[in-house]
């Protein structure tokens, strides 16, 4: 299939050879990411919607 190439501003390196261990903490920390902004975005929208009331 070959190399796939992504466009970007600036020449980078993006490596495509992770580990097991490697891909499962990424995915973590990918998990924990999200939860922050969730919480954080359900949190801010809750109060838009009291000041609307």
């Given at each position: 299939m070959g190399d796939i190439e992504i466009e970007t501003r600036?020449?980078?390196h993006w490596s495509t050879?992770?580990?097991?261990q490697e891909a499962a903490?990424?995915?973590s920390a990918a998990n924990r990411v999200r939860q922050v902004?969730?919480?954080t975005l359900s949190?801010?929208?809750q109060?838009?919607?009291e000041?609307?009331?």
């Open positions: 600036y020449p980078v050879r992770f580990t097991e903490i990424a995915k902004i969730t919480k949190s801010f929208l109060f838009e919607q000041q609307i009331q």
